[in-house]
């Protein structure tokens, strides 16, 4: 039975409920703000009926955090746990909230107990957010948590919406259990299209005519040329924003790929009058009392914007600020947030309109243009349910595109699903501490990688099929039935024949002018060309007058069957790219001691616990003692130095203590150990030793207030934050995983109570 919404359930809710009820798997592919929660809040009122217990996954933890709070409320919060990364709180409840690296580490075993014991009473698994299997560096992840999850738990998969829901349906099929798709494009609140043209500063436009053809209306925008160009082009922001309160299409989130112009657009728009002095008046209340439960946002600079109604929301802000902002938008005070593109990553914050202000983006390549997927995204996030009639999307002309493109885009299908599967060290561990080698293999070729590898290879085999036809189409019929072997024999005696019969006649000219006798030599190798002249003779290809084309054909036959060889040999490299990388990784671990006879060492198994960048560059650290003698402080400034990627920003270097500096002049051996143990097996797994932060986090281990931390420094708040909890995120393994020495264990315990203290201990 379905259960009873305040609401009519639209069609496919219907279905993927239907589905759940008869113990199938489903995928849920649907527009962003269609409503798939619903379709969860089902399952978990089936599970919270029949006494057994429901996992909610979730990409990132500040999602996890949302559904936590949302569900705590909707079912009470006795029954909702939670657990990520840093949080566990009531973990055995029946409606459990993690994110999915957290789901996939308990299917391991690793960390959290037995897996039976994890997985006690569980019926299903929502896996929130799925087209993440899309990330570089995370996707790998979902294949994981699909491929190891038991077949009695059924899985409730929810996805925006993908080009090949289908072949990601037919996967779990093949490697979980009956797998039903419901895939719609219906959204409850339609979408209409609008450009800004700086041409026409007073009005939107419509983007597209009701045909759905490009508006003839709208103008490209001029590239202005020369050294005052930056100060002539100015930001089209204020007006875009004029235009939309004229229009009654706020509120807004204005998407930009900046966190300065996130701040500098925010600036621009607050003297635009957006808010009531009645809304003023609920915003300061609703921030007074914020503050008083979140005291270290007391002097925060943005303050003052928001009381305009106005805000920006990027990575570079403190985590609890962005909650703060989040809360006010979702009350409807904040008029505008001025973001960067992770806000449309599933955090509800619905808006009437979104604004995008290019459709190209800066790469660590350079430009290039969103893909289909990131512009559905942003856009998804237009009309609010139940609130609006029509959601608003307004993309903001610049020079760098064209409205032809922007209108391509806007009409595009979704991009498909690829797979990021990518065997690490601990996949390898984990796998050959409970499989086989053979096993393994059986697994590594359930990834959706490797079921999907016939569509990555499309291209090749179209180029295969191709030259497979030219091969037919080159094959020459010879009237005399001879083989193109024979063929060849004659023509290879031919062209020896003319080689020498020329060599032979130069010969003669220069003895004939010498008037010297010709020598027995020569005799024999005159001889000797006849003897090939009548060999040529014998071949009918001679008088043949399809001679010249087999000829030809020979010629292009031996390079198109190298071609074919060539592209055999990637059809194999790609069919086994994943085990070939696994294998790879085994090979780099069973140099380093961490695997004998296809079984984790001890010093295998504490790696296969660890989930990092590059767990093996931990575990060598580790079991060197180079981080024996250090102090908390000590401790989590050198762990802060190699769990921080690279920057793109350059950051000045700020002075660390000697036995830091020491520890990680130490740390650099470790690591050219490891890489040349990885380019030996041809492994390409990043290492980091940044002590961009090092200094940073020993002065506030050190006690030193958070004023005085950021001011060392000019870079983003979050960003301290995010390396600060990272460094927490792996000295918190330190404490709970086999075989580490226990003064370290009790050295991480101690940096961790230091490092989490407000604002870093805030969510």
């Known amino acids: 039975m379905i259960y009873t919404f305040p609401f009519e359930l639209d069609d496919f809710q219907k279905e993927a409920c239907q589905f759940i ?9 649907a527009p ?27 990409p990132l933890k500040a999602l996890s955090n949302q559904k936590y709070y949302d569900f705590g409320e909707k079912y009470g919060h006795d029954r909702v746990g939670l657990l990520t990364g840093d949080t566990s709180i009531n973990r055995n409840a029946q409606i459990v909230i993690m994110t999915t690296e957290v789901f996939r580490n308990m299917l391991y075993g690793t960390n959290f107990g037995a897996v039976a014991d994890n997985l006690k009473d569980v019926k299903y698994i929502v896996l929130d957010e799925v087209h993440y299997m899309n990330d570089e560096q995370r996707g790998t992840v979902w294949e994981e948590s699909i491929i190891y999850c038991p077949v009695n738990i059924q899985i409730i998969a929810l996805s925006a919406t993908v080009a090949n829901a289908d072949e990601l349906t037919a ?74 309160a004229a229009l009654d299409m706020l509120p807004a989130i204005y998407f930009t790929f900046s966190r300065k112009k996130c701040d500098e657009q925010m600036e621009q728009c607050a003297s635009l009058g957006l808010i009531t002095k009645d809304e003023q008046a609920a915003i300061r209340q609703f921030i ?12 925060n600079k943005h303050i003052e914007f928001l009381l305009q109604g106005v805000a920006s929301h990027h990575a570079g802000l403190l985590p609890g600020w962005k909650n703060l902002v989040e809360k006010l938008f979702q009350k409807g005070l904040i008029k505008v947030v001025f973001a960067t593109e992770t806000l449309a990553a599933g955090i509800n914050m619905p808006a009437r309109s979104t604004v995008i202000s290019t459709v190209s983006k800066k790469t660590d390549s350079g430009h290039r243009m969103l893909t289909a997927n990131e512009f559905l995204q942003m856009s998804g996030r237009a009309g609010r349910r139940g609130m609006d009639e029509i959601g608003y999307v307004v993309v903001v002309g610049t020079p760098f595109q064209s409205p032809e493109e922007v209108a391509e885009l806007v009409l595009s299908s979704a991009n498909p699903l690829e797979s990021r599967f990518s065997p690490s060290y601990s996949m390898v561990l984990n796998l050959l501490q409970r499989f086989s080698l053979d096993e393994a293999k059986e697994l590594i070729s359930k990834s959706f990688g490797y079921y999907s590898a016939g569509s990555r290879m499309q291209p090749i085999l179209k180029k295969y099929e191709l030259i497979k036809a030219e091969i037919a189409d080159r094959q020459t019929v010879c009237p005399y039935n001879l083989s193109d072997k024979d063929f060849k024999y004659y023509d290879k005696n031919r062209s020896l024949y003319v080689q020498n019969r020329m060599t032979y006649k130069q010969i003669l000219k220069q003895e004939k002018k010498k008037n010297r006798p010709l020598s027995p030599e020569i005799l024999k190798f005159g001889e000797k060309n006849k003897e090939l002249l009548k060999i040529i003779h ?51 671990l069973i140099d380093m001691g961490y695997l004998v006879d296809d079984y984790p060492t001890q010093i ?44 793109r920003v350059d950051i000045p270097y700020i002075p660390y203590s000697k036995q830091i500096r020491k520890t990680l002049n130490l740390i650099k051996d470790i690591k050219h150990k490891v890489e040349r143990v990885q380019k030996n097996h041809m492994v390409d797994n990043p290492l980091y030793i940044n002590p961009y932060f090092s200094s940073l986090i020993e002065l506030w281990c050190e006690g030193a207030e958070w004023e005085t931390v950021v001011e060392q420094i000019d870079i983003g708040e979050g960003d301290i934050v995010r390396a600060f909890k990272r460094t927490v995120d792996v000295l918190r393994q330190f404490t709970t995983i086999d ?10 315990r101690e940096a961790i109570d230091k490092i989490l203290r407000e604002p870093v201990n805030v969510d």
């Open 538 to 588: 014998s071949f009918p290809c001679e008088h043949c007058n399809k001679y010249k084309k087999h000829y030809k054909n020979l010629e292009v036959l031996t390079r198109l069957y190298q071609k074919q060889a060539s592209l055999d040999k990637e059809m194999e490299r790609q069919r086994d790219i994943y085990w070939n990388d696994f294998l790879s990784h085994r090979a780099v």
């Open 288 to 299: 007074d009392e914020y503050i008083a439960e979140n005291p270290h946002l007391y002097n």
């Open 21 to 29: 009820d008869e113990g199938k798997s489903v995928v849920v592919c």
């Open 171 to 244: 996967w779990i099929n093949t490697v979980h259990s009956d797998t039903k798709l419901v895939n719609t494009d219906f959204r409850p609140v339609p979408l209409r299209f609008y450009y800004y043209d700086s041409s026409q500063p007073d009005k939107l436009l419509p983007l597209l005519t009701p045909t759905g053809q490009l508006n003839k209306k709208i103008r490209p925008e001029k590239r202005q040329w020369g050294r005052h160009a930056k100060n002539t082009q100015k930001s089209p922001v204020k007006n875009v924003v004029r235009n939309l």
């Open 32 to 58: 962003t703000g269609a409503g798939k929660t619903v379709i969860a809040q089902h399952a978990i009122h089936r599970a919270l009926e029949e006494g057994k217990r429901i996992f909610y996954t979730t």
């Open 604 to 647: 295998g198994i504490t790696t296969s616990q660890i989930r990092s960048e590059n767990e093996l560059f931990i575990s060598e650290i580790v079991f060197s003692n180079v981080l024996d003698n250090l102090t908390p402080s000590q401790l989590a400034a050198v762990i802060c130095a190699i769990t921080t990627e690279d920057l």
């Open 739 to 748: 075989n580490i020495p226990e003064n370290l264990v009790f050295t991480a």
